[in-house]
C-alpha cells in the first residue's frame, strides 16, 4: 500500500508539472484587406494540447507591438474575461501600417506550488498586414525569446519550422524547447502522455528544428532558468522559470 501511494504521489506530480503555456493568438496570422483590418486576440494560461485547464492569469505587465523600429502600447487594449472561474484575456487591434507586426507579451508571474517555482513566459506572434514581409526575423528585446529562421506565417502542414533560442540577446547551447498544439476543437487524442507535449534540445549554437504535422496553432515554448529567484506566495524566495515562446499556424495545402 505504501508503495502504490508512493507511485500514485509520483504520478500526480508529473500530471501536475505538465507544460504550462501562455496563449497568445489571433483570429489570423495574415489580413491582406486594408478594409478588414481589425484583429482579435485570445490571451490565456493553459495547457493546449489537453484543452486545459486554464489557469488564473493576473494583468499582464507589458502588452506592445512592434512594427519596424517602433514599439506600441497596448495594455489598454486587454479586456478581462473568465473561463473557468479563472481570468483570461482578449484584445482587439485595428492594424494601420502595413508589414509585420509582432506582437509581444509579458505575463505577471504565475506561482506553480507543484513545481515549487515561479512560471514568466515572454511570448510572441507575427501578424502580416498588406504584404510587407518585413520585422519578422528581429528580436524584440524579450529576456528570453525565440528568434524564427523560417518566417512565422504561411506555413504549410509539414514545413520544417526553425529558430534560435536566445537569452539576453545571446544563443543558449541545448536549451530545451516544448511544442504543443493548440486542442481547442478537440480534434486530435494523445495515445498516451508522452504525446502531449514534444520536447526539443537545440544544438550548440541554440538553433532547433520541428516539422509540423498538422494544420492549426502551434506554441514553441524555449526554457531557460531566469537570473534571480522570486518571492513566492509563501514568503520563500524561489525559482523563476524563464520561457520565450512564439505561436505559429499551419494551413494544409489543398
Not at 38 to 62: A, K, L
Not at 81 to 99: C, K, N, S, W, Y
Not at 214 to 239: C, H, N, Q, Y
Request: aromatic fraction near 10%; proline fraction near 8%; charge should be negative.
Amino acid at each position: 500500500m505504501v508503495i502504490g501511494a508512493i507511485a500514485f504521489g509520483m504520478l500526480f506530480a508529473c500530471r501536475a508539472a505538465e507544460a504550462h503555456f501562455l496563449v497568445l493568438v489571433p483570429d489570423r496570422d495574415v489580413v491582406d484587406s486594408p478594409q478588414d483590418r481589425d484583429v482579435t486576440f485570445d490571451i490565456r494560461f493553459t495547457h493546449p494540447m489537453e484543452r486545459g485547464p486554464v489557469m488564473q492569469m493576473d494583468r499582464p505587465q507589458r502588452f506592445e507591438v512592434r512594427i519596424g523600429d517602433r514599439t506600441i502600447d497596448l495594455k489598454d487594449r486587454l479586456e478581462a474575461r473568465e473561463i473557468d472561474g479563472h481570468q483570461a484575456f482578449t484584445a482587439d487591434v485595428r492594424l494601420a501600417t502595413p508589414g509585420d507586426h509582432v506582437f509581444c507579451i509579458e505575463p505577471a508571474p504565475y506561482w506553480e506550488p507543484a513545481e515549487g517555482k515561479m512560471i514568466v513566459h515572454f511570448t510572441k506572434v507575427v501578424v502580416n498586414f498588406l504584404g510587407d514581409e518585413s520585422g519578422w526575423d528581429k528580436p524584440v528585446g524579450m529576456p528570453v525569446e525565440i528568434e524564427p529562421l523560417v518566417r512565422p506565417y504561411g506555413i504549410w502542414t509539414g514545413n520544417a519550422f526553425r529558430g534560435i533560442v536566445r537569452k539576453h540577446g545571446k544563443p543558449v547551447p541545448f536549451a530545451t524547447i516544448e511544442v504543443e498544439y493548440l486542442n481547442d476543437a478537440g480534434d486530435v487524442t494523445p495515445p498516451n502522455d508522452a504525446f502531449v507535449t514534444q520536447v526539443i534540445k537545440a544544438d550548440a549554437q541554440g538553433t532547433f528544428t520541428y516539422s509540423i504535422p498538422k494544420s492549426g496553432w502551434w506554441g514553441f515554448a524555449a526554457l531557460v532558468d531566469g537570473d534571480e529567484p522570486m518571492t513566492a506566495p509563501t514568503g520563500e524566495k524561489v525559482p523563476v522559470e524563464w520561457g520565450g515562446l512564439l505561436w505559429v499556424r499551419a494551413v494544409d495545402i489543398r
